[in-house]
């Protein structure tokens, strides 16, 4: 699986952006995803995940609330909607397809990374 995301820019804070992370390959349904972000010398940070059929949706407390997630199979892509956007979410975004969780070692395959900017 190619994951290649996309959607990132410069948003005032209390704006909204649409990440989107379009898939290769028939076996993106088979897949469960993640968003995971990385700022300047931090580690990289879960923000959520979203099962392969979409039943279960998993988001870091620090963007309860704000952000959405979806996914539409027969299109190969998942959609992270991002409202109330806050100068701490300024980071690299990138989409990640595999197992289930919080860890970014459990997925195996990664998009290149969107920025987003977030000015106060």
């Known amino acids: 699986v190619q994951l290649q995301a996309y959607g990132g820019g410069l948003v005032q804070a209390g704006g909204s952006l649409r990440l989107s992370c379009a898939a290769s390959?028939?076996?993106?349904?088979?897949?469960?995803m993640g968003w995971f972000r990385q700022a300047p010398g931090q580690e990289r940070e879960f923000v959520v995940a979203?099962?392969?059929?979409?039943?279960?949706?998993d988001f870091a407390d620090s963007v309860k609330g704000r952000f959405t997630i979806s996914r539409d199979n027969a299109k190969n892509t998942v959609y992270l909607q991002m409202n109330s956007l806050l100068p701490e979410d300024t980071a690299v975004y990138y989409c990640?397809?595999?197992?289930?969780?919080?860890?970014?070692?459990?997925?195996?395959?990664w998009g290149q990374g969107t920025q987003v900017t977030v000015s106060s």
């Open positions: 990640a397809a595999g197992r289930y969780s919080q860890d970014p070692k459990a997925y195996d395959y």
């Open positions: 390959g028939r076996t993106f349904s088979y897949y469960d």
């Open positions: 979203i099962r392969w059929s979409g039943g279960m949706i």
